[in-house]
């Protein structure tokens, strides 16, 4: 080989490496959530992804699988922590068993409104995202539900009237909630509401008039008691070596379409509430506002679960109790 056949080969090694390199920096990734497509939520990640692929030209692509496709519901966290994905969309409270500040948004009365919910994420944003961080994972944005009501197949109006009822529970708080109101609970995700009805695994629920109406829940119940018990949040969480691995330009990006996420989720949420609560009723079911005496009764029950709470949160949950009552 002469000199210039030497220093062409070079070149085209280095060409190619160069072409390979780029290619290598488009990345496709893939998104777990335990959310059904037409959840508000999913949407809202969908827009994320959008702008995502937008700024970036490309570059980076999100594509969603939606409930619980790819990865049940319990094993999203960890398939993000262990790089398996590299984000995912999971129900914040479902780390209680972690750390009990994971589980603040879904205290019963805490935060019953979207300003107290609010006030309750901002004090609990900064100890969420240490937590986080000491397992390589990084929040990206945080969306409530709409206020929690209760879904009975007969009218309710003190907590005894629920004594013995099969409930769907989502978590280990709404567990204890539903056993201390004298229900029996069962754990169900989202997509499998209907079906949990239909074989009389469960007879009641709470959740959001989103999750009711789009569960079509005027099938299975008759009455929706407009209870707004608290506002629990989805949690967007990335992986933090896979977010590395970016160039800077599209960490912005994404870091830019996380904070649209938040802002945009947060007006979706609100607007859901009435919606969602119109199609209950236009769909037949009964919206009734509380009994005086049931949510009496029902708050009494969330004063001494926070109780328990503040007892299992330690210094960190008194810290957070401190900077949200404080505001
Ligand atoms: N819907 C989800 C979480 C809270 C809500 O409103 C569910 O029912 O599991």
Redesign the pocket.
Known sequence: MNVRKIALTVMASMICGLTITAGAMAAAWDMPTP?PDKTFHTQNIAVFAEDVAKATDGKLTIKIHSAGSLYKHPEIKNAVRGGQVPLGEF?LSLLSNENQVYGADSQPFLATNYDEAKRLWDAQQPIVTKLLDKEGLMPLFSVP??P?GLYTKKEINTVDDLKGIKFRA?NATLELFANKIGAAPTQI??PD?PQAFATGRVEA?I??P??GANSKAWDFVTHYTDIQAWL?KNIVVVNKKAFRKLDKDTQAAVLTAAKAAEARGWEMSKKETAEKTAILKDNGIIVVTPSPELMAGLKKIGASMLEDWKKQAGPEGAELLKVYQAQ
């Open positions: 959310y129900f539900w709409p929690q989502y995700e989202v509401i629920m959740t959001s989103s999750t629990p």
